[in-house]
């Protein structure tokens, strides 16, 4: 199994301070699938599983963007250059985003930063998880919540569409953010999906990550957008260690 060392919010696991990161029962390897389908690019169609290959101006050039990547200060509400939290994936409006955890939803929240659009951030309190810990499943940046708090989910089940945000920027495609949040003191702190994936699906989904890389490198005929170096544990797509905003 894959595991990135991370922070427990240790208040919450009956600890008494918040002092090093470190492999707790806090964060543990619980996602079964990726916030929207992928597979192998097939040109007859223009898809890569829900992900449409477009000719037109992307953000960065990408149609993923991984955890850790930077994004510039232009491009982002913070106003500095920040490490993208979330892995985000492009895809058509209103593509169906769906649970990737067994679970229960904790929260539909309204998006600070983004007011204006009527995005949601969708987030599941996962299965397998004590109950002591504040660990949640974020699919950020959605439309149409299909679910409300309170709501017990199951893996592949639709949780909303994928929204509007950054479609200007990206031949009108929208996105959906993927995270895995905890906390230090009273901090956010996100770690990197992947490292996370159970153990019996973790090569088959990292798999299906690293292929969609691949396939867009090869599709814009630019082999080295994605810098294979900077992956932490090797993992692809993870591109930092946890980070704290």
Known sequence: ML??????????????????????????AVIRRHPISLAAYVP?????????????????????T???DVIPASQNTSGVDKANPQPTYLAPLHTPVVATVNGVVAEVATLWSTPTLGDVSV??????????????IETEHVLLPRVAVGDRVIVGQTIAE???LNQQYNSGLGEVEFGYATAQGTRPMHVCP???????????????????????ESFRSLPTLWNESTWVGGIPGCAAGPIIE
């Open 123 to 136: 987030r599941i309190r996962p299965d397998g998880i004590p109950t002591s810990c504040n660990v949640l």
């Open 3 to 28: 595991v990135l060392p991370i922070l427990c919010l240790l208040a919450a696991c009956g600890k008494s301070s918040v002092t090093a990161l470190q492999t707790t029962d806090c964060l543990q």
């Open 66 to 68: 991984e955890y850790g």
């Open 162 to 164: 994928v929204g509007t």
């Open 194 to 216: 992947y490292a996370y994936f159970a153990p019996d699906v973790a090569s088959v989904q990292v798999g299906l990550v690293q292929r969609l890389m691949a396939d867009w």
């Open 44 to 64: 007859a169609t223009g898809l890569a599983g829900d992900v449409r290959f477009v000719a037109g101006a992307v953000q960065e050039n990408k149609i993923f």
